[in-house]
């Protein structure tokens, strides 16, 4: 069996006030942070305490919000420290049920072009478009093969907020391989929805349109949100992802995108979806193995 | 039908009730009135459930006409108020019949009002609320503002049992005050280890000005400058600063993305971000940056967890003592 210990800093419980408690598990970006901010949050799910009102799995960290009059947070903050000593090790009987999803883009696409060519002024790069600028700082020789890099390793998503639905998708390759771009300089005041962006190290998919920060690199023909859940894949909820989920953002070419966008439209669209037993020791140990066969499934 | 014929918005008026909460997880803000002692306490005065959905109307009120016998009240911000342009008192209930037009003047302190009506207002639920959220046009009327020739629909008047009387008033001392610099108690952490002892001193000690934005997303600030301590920053977080790994933001939590305003987040906020937080407002707490308008002064005062519960337990029995006190 595969043992992985998670060799991460003690957590940081923090008050948000009366209503919040927010857990750092680390300041820093990783798969075994956000590993263990998932198993402690599913372990909190599974218990369903009275008077837990949000469980919020968020990158490295997480947040509760708690209704005070039903449980003191402070009781709260102990029954989640117990939790994160039964979290100090992954094994491979550690199992995610999740799904695998097939998310299209059009990469570089006239709509994200023209946003972001309006607010050159609040980049660190205005010379440039936010793909030739995230390729040069990252190594690349141009925006060709950033794309092959983008569209490529699948991505786990390791946050839902911002705005409702927004998935925060870190992709699942070894750090060496991550792609990291800083945020705007001064965030701009538009974005369209359905934008693919990128910040940090994650990449988002705008759920609406409105203010961003985040790199523009191209655009989803379907939607992260639903707000009258009328596709399929939204009539028990209004938002598509979930923490956990497992996404491939495949290049499509434009005449893809206008057929998916034709589904959209008249409400017919599906998402490619697989489930998937994910075992995040095993992907650990060999993420490309790993990354090889949540491909296979998700295409055969 | 009974309804609220919208004759004049105001400047910024939504419907709210207690919040949606239950969303936080899918990336959803609770909305919901900004000051729930004065929105709780419209409702009580009106003989409805505490939650039930009410106007909140910002800075300028409306002007509204009804079309059938009710009872309503007004709370929150201090405002000259009139039926048929004869004033009526503000926190207590006054009957109106079909054809009375209910009008605001300017609000001389404070900065939000909430007008309830018996009944409630009658908009479809979303998500388990009738909350407006903003942002994404969700909830409450059409999921915006009210606008000139709304007519919202109001629910069944008339309380079993009996409402409060025609003149049940909540005392003057459990009434909001609007001082000159409005404390904000606020637990200070999450991210604070990211600003210096200085920085977090400034924090505490600076009176600070309401900016132009401020609204019920959040309230930016003016006044004085934070330092951040200095470190490589670390993967994923982003090369400014003020940067963290994206990460889940409270309601009521501080922000300082330049380094120089601090932003308050609101009901209707974004739930995240990658900008480090250095604290949060106590829950009872966003009632009173609800009724500070650009302009106004405010300043953050350090509580710990115990402070904010008691707080917590101090408004609840405010609110017991106004149902005693209408229903008496």
């Given at each position: 069996?595969?043992?992985?210990?998670?060799?991460?800093?003690?957590?940081?419980?923090?008050?948000?006030?009366?209503?919040?408690?927010?857990?750092?598990?680390?300041?820093?970006?990783?798969?075994?942070?956000?590993?263990?901010?998932?198993?402690?949050?599913?372990?909190?799910?599974?218990?369903?305490?009275?008077?837990?009102?949000?469980?919020?799995?968020?990158n490295?960290?997480?947040?509760?919000?708690?209704?005070?009059?039903?449980?003191?947070p402070?009781?709260?903050?102990?029954?989640?420290?117990?939790?994160e000593?039964?979290?100090?090790?992954?094994?491979?009987?550690?199992?995610?049920?999740?799904?695998?999803?097939?998310?299209?883009?059009?990469?570089?696409?006239?709509?994200?072009r023209?946003?972001?060519?309006?607010?050159?002024?609040?980049?660190?790069?205005?010379?440039?478009?936010?793909l030739e600028?995230?390729?040069?700082?990252?190594g690349?020789s141009?925006?060709?093969?950033?794309?092959?890099a983008?569209?490529?390793a699948?991505?786990?998503?390791t946050?839902?907020?911002?705005?409702?639905?927004?998935?925060?998708?870190?992709?699942?390759?070894?750090?060496?391989?991550?792609?990291e771009v800083?945020?705007?300089v001064?965030?701009?005041?538009?974005?369209?929805?359905?934008?693919?962006?990128?910040?940090?190290a994650f990449?988002?998919?705008?759920?609406?349109?409105?203010?961003?920060?985040y790199?523009?690199?191209?655009?989803?023909?379907?939607?992260v949100?639903?707000?009258?859940?009328?596709?399929?894949?939204?009539?028990?909820?209004?938002?598509?992802p979930r923490?956990g989920?497992?996404?491939?953002?495949?290049?499509?070419?434009?005449?893809?995108?206008?057929?998916?966008?034709?589904e959209?439209?008249?409400?017919?669209?599906?998402?490619?979806?697989?489930?998937?037993?994910?075992?995040?020791?095993?992907?650990?140990?060999d993420?490309?193995?790993?990354?090889?066969?949540?491909?296979?499934?998700?295409y055969? | 039908?009974?309804e609220?014929?919208?004759?004049?918005?105001?400047l910024s008026?939504?419907?709210?009730?207690?919040?949606?909460?239950?969303?936080?997880?899918?990336?959803?803000?609770?909305?919901?009135?900004?000051?729930?002692?004065?929105?709780?306490?419209?409702?009580?005065?009106?003989?409805?459930?505490e939650?039930?959905?009410?106007?909140?109307?910002?800075?300028?009120?409306p002007?509204?006409?009804?079309?059938?016998?009710?009872?309503?009240?007004?709370?929150?911000?201090?405002?000259?108020?009139?039926?048929?342009?004869?004033?009526?008192?503000?926190?207590?209930?006054?009957?109106?019949?079909?054809?009375?037009?209910?009008?605001f003047e300017?609000?001389?302190?404070?900065?939000?009002?909430?007008?309830?009506?018996?009944?409630?207002?009658d908009?479809?639920?979303?998500?388990?609320?009738?909350s407006?959220?903003?942002?994404?046009?969700?909830?409450?009327?059409?999921?915006?503002?009210?606008?000139?020739?709304?007519?919202?629909?109001?629910?069944a008047?008339?309380?079993?049992?009996?409402?409060?009387?025609?003149g049940?008033?909540?005392?003057?001392?459990?009434?909001?005050?609007?001082?000159?610099v409005?404390?904000?108690r606020?637990?200070?952490?999450?991210?604070?280890?990211?600003?210096?002892?200085?920085?977090?001193?400034?924090?505490?000690e600076?009176?600070?000005?309401?900016?132009?934005?401020?609204?019920?997303?959040?309230?930016?600030l003016?006044?004085?400058?934070?330092?951040?301590?200095?470190r490589?920053?670390?993967?994923?977080?982003?090369?400014?600063?003020?940067n963290?790994?994206?990460?889940?933001?409270?309601?009521?939590?501080?922000?300082?993305?330049g380094?120089?305003?601090p932003?308050?987040?609101?009901?209707?906020?974004?739930?995240?971000?990658?900008?480090?937080?250095?604290?949060?407002?106590?829950?009872?707490?966003?009632?009173?940056?609800?009724?500070?308008?650009t302009?106004d002064?405010?300043?953050?005062?350090?509580?710990?967890?115990?402070q904010?519960?008691?707080?917590?337990?101090?408004?609840?029995?405010?609110?017991n003592?106004?149902?005693?006190a209408?229903?008496?």
């Amino acid at each position: 069996m595969v043992r992985t210990a998670l060799t991460l800093p003690p957590a940081r419980y923090e008050y948000g006030a009366d209503e919040f408690v927010f857990v750092e598990i680390d300041q820093a970006m990783s798969l075994e942070a956000n590993f263990k901010a998932m198993t402690i949050t599913s372990a909190l799910r599974a218990r369903a305490p009275e008077g837990v009102v949000d469980i919020c799995p968020s990158n490295a960290s997480y947040l509760i919000r708690v209704d005070p009059d039903r449980l003191h947070p402070a009781e709260l903050v102990e029954e989640l420290r117990a939790l994160e000593d039964s979290a100090a090790e992954l094994t491979s009987e550690q199992v995610l049920h999740t799904r695998v999803v097939d998310m299209p883009v059009l990469y570089d696409d006239p709509w994200t072009r023209e946003t972001l060519m309006r607010f050159r002024d609040r980049h660190q790069d205005p010379e440039a478009t936010d793909l030739e600028y995230a390729a040069r700082i990252n190594g690349f020789s141009g925006t060709g093969p950033l794309i092959d890099a983008l569209s490529g390793a699948p991505y786990i998503v390791t946050m839902l907020g911002f705005v409702p639905g927004l998935p925060f998708c870190y992709q699942m390759v070894p750090r060496e391989r991550q792609i990291e771009v800083p945020k705007y300089v001064r965030p701009r005041t538009d974005t369209p929805e359905r934008s693919f962006g990128f910040g940090g190290a994650f990449a988002v998919v705008y759920p609406v349109r409105g203010a961003g920060g985040y790199q523009l690199f191209g655009m989803a023909p379907a939607p992260v949100f639903d707000g009258t859940r009328s596709l399929p894949d939204f009539r028990d909820r209004v938002v598509f992802p979930r923490p956990g989920d497992i996404i491939r953002y495949r290049a499509v070419d434009q005449g893809e995108f206008d057929r998916i966008r034709g589904e959209v439209e008249r409400g017919t669209f599906r998402y490619r979806i697989r489930d998937y037993a994910f075992r995040p020791a095993d992907f650990l140990a060999d993420p490309d193995a790993v990354t090889n066969e949540l491909l296979e499934v998700l295409y055969r | 039908m009974s309804e609220l014929i919208v004759h004049a918005p105001g400047l910024s008026t939504t419907v709210q009730d207690a919040g949606r909460d239950g969303h936080y997880d899918i990336g959803m803000p609770p909305s919901g009135a900004l000051d729930q002692f004065s929105f709780r306490a419209a409702n009580l005065l009106v003989g409805n459930r505490e939650t039930a959905a009410a106007l909140e109307a910002t800075y300028i009120g409306p002007q509204l006409e009804f079309t059938d016998a009710r009872t309503v009240a007004v709370t929150g911000a201090d405002v000259a108020v009139s039926r048929n342009g004869e004033p009526v008192p503000m926190w207590q209930a006054v009957r109106v019949r079909a054809g009375d037009v209910l009008s605001f003047e300017m609000i001389s302190a404070g900065a939000r009002l909430y007008i309830a009506v018996g009944g409630g207002i009658d908009v479809p639920e979303y998500l388990g609320s009738r909350s407006t959220y903003t942002l994404t046009g969700l909830g409450g009327h059409e999921g915006r503002r009210l606008a000139e020739g709304d007519r919202l629909p109001l629910g069944a008047a008339g309380t079993p049992g009996g409402g409060p009387s025609e003149g049940a008033a909540v005392p003057e001392e459990l009434r909001p005050a609007f001082p000159e610099v409005t404390a904000l108690r606020t637990v200070v952490g999450l991210c604070s280890y990211r600003l210096t002892e200085a920085g977090l001193r400034s924090f505490l000690e600076t009176v600070w000005k309401v900016t132009k934005d401020a609204d019920r997303v959040g309230y930016r600030l003016r006044g004085g400058s934070l330092e951040f301590r200095e470190r490589e920053q670390p993967f994923g977080a982003g090369s400014d600063p003020a940067n963290v790994v994206d990460l889940g933001y409270p309601v009521g939590s501080i922000q300082v993305p330049g380094g120089d305003e601090p932003i308050v987040l609101l009901n209707d906020a974004v739930t995240g971000g990658g900008y480090a937080t250095v604290g949060t407002l106590i829950s009872v707490d966003r009632d009173r940056i609800a009724q500070t308008k650009t302009g106004d002064r405010v300043s953050f005062e350090p509580v710990d967890l115990d402070q904010a519960l008691a707080a917590r337990r101090d408004r609840n029995s405010r609110l017991n003592r106004v149902r005693r006190a209408v229903l008496g």
